[in-house]
């Protein structure tokens, strides 16, 4: 912990634990909000190949947690 204390220039434990948090909850809704877009455009698992709708999950889930990250952060 002291090192990433060091890399962000944090002081007490408190901080740290604020902004694994906001990673923690960008994280899981990014992952969340990527289902219903996915299905929205079309790509679900029952009708379209495991890796399509892998690939297209993984790669909405990017953009979307930049802009949660720049929101809840």
């Not at 990433?4 to 007490?12: A, G, M, N, P, T």
């Not at 219903?36 to 892998?54: C, K």
């Amino acid at each position: 912990m002291k090192k990433l204390k060091d890399r962000w220039d944090i002081e007490s434990n408190w901080q740290l634990f604020i902004i694994l948090l906001v990673f923690a909850i960008t994280g899981s809704s990014a992952a969340k909000l990527a289902s219903p877009l996915v299905d929205f455009l079309g790509i679900n698992s029952e009708t379209s190949h495991w890796s399509i709708y892998w690939f297209a999950r993984i790669v909405l889930i990017f953009p979307i947690y930049q802009v949660l990250l720049v929101s809840f952060g």
